[in-house]
């Protein structure tokens, strides 16, 4: 860790939202290692992330509230003389987006929007960190995606996540909140739900594999994605918040290359030392929400504050699945 970013959060107060979760957890415990005063909210949806286990080690060092981010109440008081808010809690499931589309967009933008002004009211120095998604710029128009690539969601959960992060923008250049938007891509790691596939096809791959199950690839498998190691984007939300310059501005995170799918599984196989690929037919659902090769420019986040993935993908596999094969009782 470097000193600069250690210093902008020893002694410093953090809530982070959805922070039984995925990528919440992975953060909360880097934070608690520097020092910070964590408060996590996390109302433990079951068809979320949400799990005690994921702070384990550090369940002394950190405050946990169970509650919904909906709730004006416990979302004011708990805002109040914080330092940082990192918003991670929302709705994740594209597909489930599609079948529930009015709690997906109460979850993501008019939540953000509601915590947005409760910034403004109770804590308006406060350094808001959101977490938004490739899915905003839907079918790509070219190669790689920058910041600048036109939005246009394919799914309902791209245009909540898009509202959201519209809404710390404005709430920036009118009001100078400061507010940062992240734009993650196919992020994997220790912690993440692997009990299906709703919110990550790698997570549930990993499940599939360390019981014997053959990785299921949807169609011919060639559709490009690039990953991110959990470690990784928590570095960049670190780098990203400890900069004051950043306020404001909307960055994408990628991974160190590009893979296809079908690649992908078969790297998963070889690292694993065993296993099985097969190929099927792409479900209805989720073929007309698909949207094809994704890669990812990361030079604006790079030349702000230096951020680039650390951890290439074949060791971030072999981590994850050592992690589980040691867990799995705690997240199947």
Not at 63 to 87: I, N, P, S
Not at 114 to 123: A, G, W
Request: net charge neutral.
């Amino acid at each position: 860790m470097k000193r600069p970013v250690k210093n902008a959060f020893e002694g410093k107060r953090a809530l982070v939202t959805g922070g039984l979760g995925f990528i919440g957890s992975n953060l909360a415990h880097r934070l608690a290692m520097m020092e910070t005063e964590v408060t996590i909210i996390d109302n433990l949806d079951p068809g979320q992330g949400g799990n005690l286990f994921n702070i384990h080690g550090i369940q002394d060092r950190v405050r946990v509230v169970h509650g919904d981010v909906r709730d004006a109440k416990t979302m004011e008081g708990l805002l109040k003389e914080q330092d940082y808010l990192f918003h991670l809690a929302g709705e994740g499931s594209h597909v489930g987006s599609m079948q529930a589309p009015e709690a997906d967009l109460e979850v993501n933008a008019l939540a953000t929007l509601r915590i947005l002004e409760l910034c403004r009211k109770v804590t308006p120095g406060i350094r808001v960190l959101y977490t938004s998604s490739r899915q905003v710029y839907g079918r790509p128009q070219y190669l790689p995606v920058d910041e600048k690539h036109p939005l246009a969601p394919v799914d309902y959960n791209g245009v909540s996540k898009l509202a959201a992060a519209m809404y710390c923008m404005v709430a920036w250049q009118v009001f100078e909140l400061q507010t940062t938007v992240l734009n993650l891509t196919n992020v994997y790691g220790p912690r993440m739900r692997v009990k299906d596939g709703r919110l990550t096809f790698i997570g549930w791959w990993i499940r599939q594999i360390l019981e014997g199950q053959p990785l299921e690839v949807y169609g011919e498998g060639r559709q490009l994605r690039e990953l991110n190691y959990v470690e990784d984007v928590v570095q960049a939300l670190l780098l990203v918040a400890a900069e004051p310059r950043t306020a404001g501005q909307v960055y994408n995170l990628g991974g160190e290359k590009s893979i296809s799918v079908l690649e992908l599984a078969t790297m998963l196989v070889m690292i694993n030392g065993k296993g099985t690929c097969k190929q099927v037919e792409y479900p209805s659902n989720r073929r007309r929400i698909e949207i094809g090769n994704y890669t990812c420019d990361i030079s604006k986040i790079n030349a702000h504050v230096g951020w680039s993935p650390s951890v290439n993908l074949q060791d971030g596999l072999q981590l994850t699945l050592e992690f589980y094969r040691k867990h799995w009782q705690e997240y199947w």
